[in-house]
């Protein structure tokens, strides 16, 4: 601990000592701690002397700085006090987010729309165009995690500047790269919102739609609460967990990425072929419920990196599922339009409802609780999927015919449970 004392008659110096608390004996009152010393120990250059504090009389402190083992109590002290939506710091950090959000939606939609249109005759390929995306990814979320554990002077207080420098770097190389792209589109629909209003009106593409929005149920846990569980799980394991839980969790990202999303990226097209695209969307929901309950076994949080491979089935089946299924049922001329209303869906409705039901209940119940609780929801929509489907199949209202040839569409929709 070191404090600074300041006296009218005496210099402010910088007196540096040691003192042993249990966690027990310190008091709070009001927004202070009261931390009793029964014994301190001065540190010089020769020597190590311990004395018993005694104060005659007020001792003006005007700084003070703690460092202990008790990461309850750094986080008690490196917490505001006050409503943090009093700062305007905050609707600045609130106003860049969600302009972020709103660009990051723009792209990933346009971006599959060119995709697909670049690829031509070969959507089966977009699984190895998309992969590239999980390679950049993993790799800058590794550096990305390291780089803020190694500037950061203690395991609470991160300095995240390093990363904002790399996102500069990434972004500028980004828009030099997408101006070289040449995208012509061949064909315009005359009347969109009349064709995708069509589409909304068949049992198929609103089962799709609920899909997107079970999926990003789902996908919001992971992305909002996953790491603050693992932080949680790293504080009660001890300061040597903390000082690389940055570390950890750019690990925990590289693995989801190039362990789980690349393969599954790479053998999209094979896998829609084998067992089709309904199929492929309950196997998705199931890949939730487990990878969910196995978080919420977790006493180790470096015990998550295995779990972590699973992203593959979670999302990298995910993604290319819902991006050429969009693309086939969208009339010529929509595909951007149709791709644009699938994110929507997927991130407005199913990650917004996810983020607010998730926090509600990881702030309720606990983080544990939290991915019980999404397990058993996400084998629930699993299992409604299948029985939807299977009515759907029954009474024969599915508006793309059963015997479409692979060859036609080299992705085949297949509907056989």
Not at 24 to 46: A, G, K, Q, Y
Not at 53 to 58: D, I, K, N, Q, R
Not at 178 to 191: D, E, G, L
Request: with cysteine; net charge negative.
């Amino acid at each position: 601990t070191s404090s600074q004392r300041a006296g009218t008659k005496v210099a402010p110096s910088l007196v540096r000592f040691t003192a042993h608390v249990p966690a027990f004996h310190i008091v709070e009152v009001d927004t202070c701690l009261h931390i009793p010393f029964t014994h301190v120990r001065f540190l010089s250059e020769n020597k190590t002397t311990s004395h018993i504090p005694t104060c005659t009389s007020p001792i003006d402190i005007p700084g003070c700085s703690v460092s202990c083992d008790s990461n309850e109590i750094m986080s008690y002290l490196s917490t505001l006090q006050d409503d943090v939506t009093d700062t305007y710091q905050f609707w600045l950090f609130f106003a860049f987010l969600s302009l972020s959000w709103i660009g990051m939606a723009v792209v990933v939609s346009l971006g599959d729309t060119i995709c697909f249109e670049l690829l031509g005759t070969e959507p089966q390929k977009y699984g190895k165009q998309r992969l590239w995306g999980a390679v950049g990814w993993g790799m800058c979320s590794l550096l990305a995690g390291f780089l803020v554990d190694h500037f950061s002077s203690s395991a609470l207080n991160k300095n995240y500047t390093p990363v904002f420098y790399l996102m500069l770097a990434i972004l500028l190389f980004d828009t030099f790269v997408s101006s070289k792209i040449k995208n012509v589109q061949t064909s315009v629909s005359p009347n969109i919102f009349k064709d995708v209003f069509k589409l909304l009106t068949e049992a198929r593409v609103l089962a799709f739609l609920f899909w997107c929005v079970g999926v990003g149920l789902c996908t919001a846990v992971v992305w909002q609460y996953l790491f603050w569980y693992l932080e949680n799980l790293a504080m009660a394991q001890g300061c040597d967990h903390s000082n690389w839980i940055k570390t950890l969790q750019g690990i925990l990202m590289t693995v989801q990425c190039l362990g789980g999303e690349l393969p599954f990226f790479f053998l999209s097209g094979w896998f829609l072929r084998k067992l089709g695209h309904v199929n492929s969307m309950t196997l998705v929901l199931l890949s939730f419920s487990v990878r969910f309950y196995l978080y919420s076994l977790l006493t180790d949080p470096w015990w998550a990196i295995p779990i972590e491979v699973l992203n593959g089935l979670s999302f990298g089946l995910f993604w290319p599922c819902m991006a050429s299924y969009a693309n086939i049922v969208a009339s010529p001329g929509t595909e951007a339009t149709v791709q644009g209303l699938v994110g929507a869906v997927f991130e407005g409705v199913g990650v917004s409802l996810g983020s607010l039901l998730g926090g509600w209940i990881f702030d309720v119940w606990g983080g544990r609780e939290t991915f019980v609780i999404f397990a058993v929801l996400s084998f629930i929509m699993a299992m409604l999927h299948i029985v939807f489907h299977y009515l759907l199949k029954m009474k024969a209202q599915y508006g793309l015919e059963d015997d479409i040839k692979a060859s036609d569409l080299d992705l085949a929709l297949s509907t056989k449970l």
